[in-house]
């Protein structure tokens, strides 16, 4: 299903996780590897000492090389690396364009991290601004098996959220995985100030029935039967606890919020569950 993954790599642990994931989806599927380390430079900064630039890329090329040596001999695959100056989120996207991939790879797990990470830098812009799907691992190295077996879909009828499902059950034929469906039903007051009624909250649960209808029938048609849940609340939040509830290993959704709101990943819904979420979290283009 991804013939060319790219990962951003830094040497972190959380990239290190990234690279183990990948690298053990490409031994079980076949594909291409591409580590992207980005030296990024700031002129201004260290301009009273460019020699430093220098060093750094003889660092990335060092620590490039030895990943991709520990990944032939530990997953007998043959990786490549680019390693490149530049902003890492324009130079990740930019190389993922480049070699034609179909799927970005970041690691990022655990609170303080992601909360740095995701407000205006690296994993933020890069789902912003990245044309294929983009994995964000969550988990550390020995955790990592590049599969799945549990899928939870945030459904809301929308065309990403759709695209969303489409590649839950693709990943679900190729892993063997058991997918559910979410509905979270909005909070009615909180869409309208205005008190819910009997009436109301009826006619909401029709509609929710509906729409989880369409997506049983969406998934049926390409194979797999899904389980269901419907539940009420705030969509991020009700993500995440249904993903804990039901021990999923992959949050699986479409790169928007909400009932297909046209904004930006930053305040989204994706980027809350991707924010709060204590499994990998694919995002669909």
């Not at 030895?66 to 990944?71: H, Q, T, V, Y």
């Not at 969550?138 to 590649?167: M, Q």
């Not at 909070?187 to 729409?211: C, P, W």
């Amino acid at each position: 299903m991804y013939e060319t993954i790219v990962v951003g790599f830094d040497q972190s642990p959380a990239s290190k996780a990234a690279v183990i994931e990948a690298s053990h989806r490409i031994e079980r599927h076949g594909g291409r590897l591409f580590l992207v380390h980005s030296v990024f430079f700031d002129a201004e900064e260290f301009g009273i000492a460019p020699e430093q630039l220098e060093k750094r890329l003889k660092i990335g090329e060092k620590v490039c090389a030895e990943a991709k040596d520990m990944i032939t001999k530990a997953f007998g695959i043959d990786a490549h690396y680019v390693l490149c100056e530049g902003e890492p989120p324009e130079v990740i996207v930019d190389i993922a364009q480049a070699k034609k991939a179909d799927l970005i790879v970041l690691g990022t797990y655990g609170r303080k991290g992601l909360d740095r990470l995701l407000m205006g830098s690296v994993t933020s812009q890069v789902i912003l601004n990245s044309p294929v799907d983009t994995l964000v691992i969550k988990k550390p190295c020995s955790e990592c098996i590049g599969s799945y077996k549990s899928i939870l879909v945030p459904f809301d009828g929308s065309d990403f959220s759709n695209k969303a499902l489409d590649r839950a059950c693709q990943m679900a034929k190729t892993d063997g995985a058991e997918v559910t469906v979410l509905y979270v039903i909005p909070r009615y007051e909180e869409m309208v100030d205005f008190f819910k009624t009997e009436s109301i909250s009826r006619s909401l649960h029709q509609e929710a029935g509906k729409i989880i209808s369409k997506a049983v029938n969406s998934a049926a048609a390409l194979g797999v039967t899904p389980k269901t849940e419907i539940v009420e609340g705030q969509a991020a939040e009700k993500t995440i606890e249904t993903a804990l509830r039901l021990h999923v290993d992959l949050i699986v959704m479409g790169s928007h919020g909400y009932r297909g709101i046209n904004k930006a990943i930053m305040g989204s819904t994706a980027e809350r569950v991707i924010l709060n979420s204590t499994c990998p979290v694919l995002v669909v283009r």
